[in-house]
T-cell receptor, first 115, second 111 residues
Framework: EPEVTQTPSHQVTQMGQEVILRCVPI?????FYWYRQILGQKVEFLVS????????KSEIFDDQFSVERPDGSNFTLKIRSTKLEDSAMYFC?????????????FGPGTRLTVL | KNEVEQSPQNLTAQEGEFITINCSYS?????LHWLQQHPGGGIVSLFM???GKKKHGRLIATINIQEKHSSLHITASHPRDSAVYIC?????????????FGTGTRLQVTL
C-alpha cells in the first residue's frame, strides 16, 4: 500500500541553524500539508500546499518557515534559523484531491530537537 | 476554548472491555477524522466521517452533526489498542481542508 515517507526520522540541530525536513507524498496526491506536535501538546496545522503554491497557513508559519516541492516528488519544510521552541514532531500529510470524501494520509514524522 | 474537545483525557481498561472515546466540536465541519498515534509518534488515520457511522474490524465511529459530537468505540479491547486516539475536524471555513485537532485520549489496555 502506498505511504507517505519522511526523512530524517530524527534531526538534532543547534539553535540558529537551518533545517530542511523532507517528505515524499503518495504519488498521485495533489494536496500536501505540514503539521507539528510539540511534546505533550496537540497536533497543530502549519501549512497546506496545492498546485505549487501555499493555499493556507497558520500563525505559526512565519517568515522563518518555507515549503517547496522542488522536483514533483519531494515536499520540503525549511526552517531558516531554528529556535528552541521549534523542537517538535513534524508530520507531513497528503491527500488525493479536494473532494470532501478524501482522507489525509500521514507520514511517520520527523522529530526535530533544537539545542 | 478549544474548538475540539475530547474525553476522557486518559483511559485505562482491561483486555476485553468495550471502550468509548468522545469528541465534541464547536465549529461547523465538513468532515471529522479519528486518528491513532502510536507510542513512537506515528499517526494513522482510522476513519473519516461526515455523517452516520463507520465500522472497521473492532472499531466503530459515529457522528451526530446536529449535536456536534462523535464517538469512537473499540469492542473487545486488546493491549495492542494502547495508543493515543485523536479527533480532528475539517472546519467549513478555509480552502484547503486543514485539520483542527483535539488533545487526544491516551488509552492503556491491560491484561
Amino acid at each position: 500500500e502506498p505511504e507517505v515517507t519522511q526523512t530524517p526520522s530524527h534531526q538534532v540541530t543547534q539553535m540558529g541553524q537551518e533545517v530542511i525536513l523532507r517528505c515524499v507524498p503518495i504519488s498521485n496526491h495533489l494536496y500536501f500539508y505540514w503539521y507539528r506536535q510539540i511534546l505533550g501538546q496537540k497536533v497543530e496545522f502549519l501549512v497546506s500546499f496545492y498546485n505549487n503554491e501555499i493555499s493556507e497557513k497558520s500563525e505559526i508559519f512565519d517568515d522563518q518557515f518555507s515549503v517547496e516541492r522542488p522536483d514533483g516528488s519531494n515536499f520540503t519544510l525549511k526552517i531558516r534559523s531554528t529556535k528552541l521552541e521549534d523542537s517538535a514532531m513534524y508530520f507531513c500529510a497528503s491527500r488525493p484531491s479536494g473532494r470532501i470524501a478524501d482522507t489525509q494520509y500521514f507520514g511517520p514524522g520527523t522529530r526535530l530537537t533544537v539545542l | 476554548k478549544n474548538e475540539v474537545e475530547q474525553s476522557p483525557q486518559n483511559l485505562t481498561a482491561q483486555e476485553g472491555e468495550f471502550i468509548t472515546i468522545n469528541c465534541s466540536y464547536s465549529v461547523g465541519i465538513s468532515a471529522l477524522h479519528w486518528l491513532q498515534q502510536h507510542p513512537g509518534g506515528g499517526i494513522v488515520s482510522l476513519f473519516m466521517l461526515s455523517s452516520g457511522k463507520k465500522k472497521h474490524g473492532r472499531l466503530i465511529a459515529t457522528i451526530n452533526i446536529q449535536e456536534k459530537h462523535s464517538s469512537l468505540h473499540i469492542t473487545a479491547s486488546h493491549p495492542r489498542d494502547s495508543a493515543v486516539y485523536i479527533c480532528a475536524v475539517k472546519p467549513n471555513t478555509g480552502t484547503a481542508s486543514k485539520l483542527t485537532f483535539g488533545t487526544g485520549t491516551r488509552l492503556q489496555v491491560t491484561l
